[in-house]
């Protein structure tokens, strides 16, 4: 069965450090465009960062130079390294693959809460 | 880049057709045809329902159907059920120079 499992949310302080994970069954992360979208409470959805097949990173204005999307081909897992977290990164954090690179989430994780607050 | 512009409601009633508007610019939606549509329930993870503006994926119903005309794209729901009442989403690629993807804020489909 295809499908992701994310970990690691919780409850940080401001200014403190998180790493999200995201295992992949089914498919291989490494093969394919691989996201992170987060939905603060009551909100809509931002993309956050993504990762290309090649390698290639990229970030969204609101949280480049503070988080860091990375993977482990062997484990078949995605991460996202959070620091200097702020209040405004309080949310729910799903991870996503785009199959077809063409901005189509296909396959979404059930979301890990990260919750910033002292 | 700002988020894409779309109804915060609509409504309809079983049977009837609508339709939820998303609206961009000449650096996103009009320049690109790389426009999804996400289907959400509450507290559950967002559904691709529609891609390259478009096209199904496999398993979802011929009652959805994309569209886009300049800067404006458009997710058309016909034969409106009650398991389609949730939140929508539109997205759009907004890359130039770099990656970026924008989200539209959402609209929350009421069937009455």
């Known amino acids: 069965e295809v499908q992701l499992v994310e970990s690691g949310g919780g409850l940080v302080q401001p200014g403190g450090s998180l790493r999200l994970s995201c295992a992949a069954s089914g498919f291989t992360v490494s093969s394919n465009y691989m996201s992170w979208v987060r939905q603060a409470p009551g909100k809509g959805l931002e993309w956050v960062s993504v990762i290309y097949s090649g390698g290639s990173t990229y970030y969204a204005d609101s949280v480049k130079g503070r988080f860091t999307i990375s993977r482990h081909n062997s484990k078949n897992t995605l991460y996202l390294q959070m620091n200097s977290l702020r209040a405004e990164d309080t949310a729910v954090y799903y991870c996503a693959r785009d199959k077809w690179e063409a901005n189509a989430f296909d396959i979404w994780g059930q979301g890990t809460m990260v919750t910033v607050s002292s | 880049q700002s988020a894409l512009t779309q109804p915060a409601s609509v409504s309809g009633s079983p049977g009837q057709s609508i339709t939820i508007s998303c609206t961009g610019t000449?650096?996103?939606?009009?320049?690109?045809?790389?426009v999804s549509w996400y289907q959400q329930h509450p507290g559950k993870a967002p559904k691709l329902m529609i891609y390259e503006g478009s096209k199904r994926p496999s398993g979802v119903s011929n009652r959805f159907s994309g569209s886009k005309s300049g800067n404006t794209a458009s997710l058309t729901i016909s034969g409106l059920q009650a398991e389609d009442e949730a939140d929508y989403y539109c997205?759009?690629?907004?890359?130039?120079?770099?990656?970026?993807?924008?989200f539209g804020g959402g609209t929350k489909l009421t069937v009455l």
């Open positions: 997205c759009s690629y907004a890359g130039s120079s770099t990656f970026y993807v924008v």
């Open positions: 000449s650096s996103d939606v009009g320049s690109y045809n790389l």
